[in-house]
């Protein structure tokens, strides 16, 4: 009371003109709050979910009617989970997580249950997941036993102090924290399988040709197929915060505990809401040459491209410049997306809090 006493004798001393400035000034406080929940409502009509399923050898012809509606129906299915908790005001990061759960349990998809075999008949998984507003990022790489890598990933990155796990050190803590363990036969498909086995023989007939004298080649270098299959996602939420993850069972018959791009941070997944967030999918040795998703989002800021001019500078002639292929999905602070590969096709999807959706498959 005394104080509020004090406070009213310092206006009445200072007179009616100072009395009408503070209420002019009260008059500016309240236009200038009013404008600002305005621009509030505005931002938070903006939200947009973009995911892909993996780029390769997509085509109609090598596509049948019953795949491509199982391959359709399975995106949306991704895409129409995340999208719900970013329409009821949930983060980006919830959206990422959610839809790339969903493809992972689908054996469509290179990632989690349909993920593809090692050269020694094993299924390890790679994942990482990335928060714009805080730079904040968890990945998990090699591991074996993990039903859903990227939630793995996300409690690496919120629950310990380490922004990669890899092997049995990142299944241990994973146990510990919550997340799903299952045996190695939940990963096993008859697809991948066979595909393991086609390359095992094409191995051998590179080996067969080189003893021989003749040009082999890189053992790595499969068909597309063999080489791609990530699943990835990127989102942009009601409070203006960007998030990006991705999730892989690798490269068909791989070696030596080869890891790709998809769990290195900047390489395969990067989000920061001063420019953009990227999942990408292709030959991963070629991502990380070029870091591929962190390099996206630097020519955004600070060369001032627009995500569509970075993005096709880096898929369409930097990436095949240097040999490899593949493709990104990505989406800015602004709400604009891009779904840009270089392949025959790309398994992708966005819908926007505008309305606009899309599901494609093809070029």
């Known amino acids: 009371m005394k104080a509020a006493n004090t406070c009213n004798r310092n206006v009445i001393f200072l007179g009616r003109g100072a009395v009408s400035g503070i209420k002019l000034l009260g008059f500016a406080l309240a236009i200038i709050s009013v404008i600002s929940v305005e621009a509030q409502v505005k931002d938070s009509s903006r939200y947009v979910l973009v995911i892909h399923g993996g780029a390769g050898t997509i085509t109609k012809t090598s596509m049948t009617l ?11 299915k991704a895409l129409q989970a995340g999208y719900r908790i970013l329409e009821q005001g949930g983060s980006a990061l919830d959206a990422v997580e959610s839809s790339i759960r969903i493809m992972e349990d689908d054996s469509l ?14 299924n390890e998984l790679d994942a990482s997941i990335m928060d714009g507003a805080t730079l904040a990022a968890g990945a998990v790489a090699g591991v074996t036993t993990i039903k859903n890598p990227i939630s793995a990933a996300r409690a690496v990155m919120e629950r ?3 922004v990669m796990m890899a092997g049995q050190g990142a299944e241990q803590f994973a146990a510990a924290n919550g997340c799903e363990v299952v045996d190695q036969r939940w990963f096993f498909t008859k697809d991948r399988w066979e595909s393991l086995q086609r390359a095992r023989r094409a191995d051998s007939l590179k080996q067969l040709e080189k003893q021989k004298g003749g040009k082999s080649g890189s053992l790595l270098r499969g068909t597309s197929d063999e080489k791609y299959g990530t699943v990835g996602a ?10 990006a993850a991705t999730s892989t069972g690798g490269m068909t018959n791989k070696r030596y505990g080869r890891i790709g791009d998809s769990p290195v941070i900047g390489a395969g997944t990067y989000a920061d809401n001063n420019a953009c967030a990227v999942s990408c999918t292709g030959w991963g040795e070629y ?5 591929m998703a962190k390099t996206v989002a630097d020519r955004m800021e600070l060369a001032k491209e627009s995500l569509q001019d970075a993005a096709a ?3 369409m002639k930097r990436l095949p410049a240097l040999g490899g292929d ?3 999905i990505a989406v800015d602070k602004g709400g ?11 398994y992708r999807a966005f819908k926007k809090s505008d309305g606009t959706t899309g599901i494609y498959l093809y070029k």
């Open 336 to 346: 604009n997306h891009v779904m840009v590969f270089n392949t025959a096709g790309m």
């Open 287 to 291: 991502f990380i040459r070029l870091v």
């Open 66 to 76: 019953e795949k491509e509606r199982l391959y359709r129906a399975a995106l949306d």
């Open 326 to 328: 593949g493709g990104l």
């Open 234 to 243: 990127v989102a942009l939420d009601k409070h203006g915060n960007l998030a």
């Open 160 to 162: 310990s102090p380490h």
């Open 109 to 122: 998809f290179n990632a989690g249950r349909g993920a593809v075999f090692t050269n020694a008949g094993r």
């Open 313 to 315: 500078e880096m898929i």
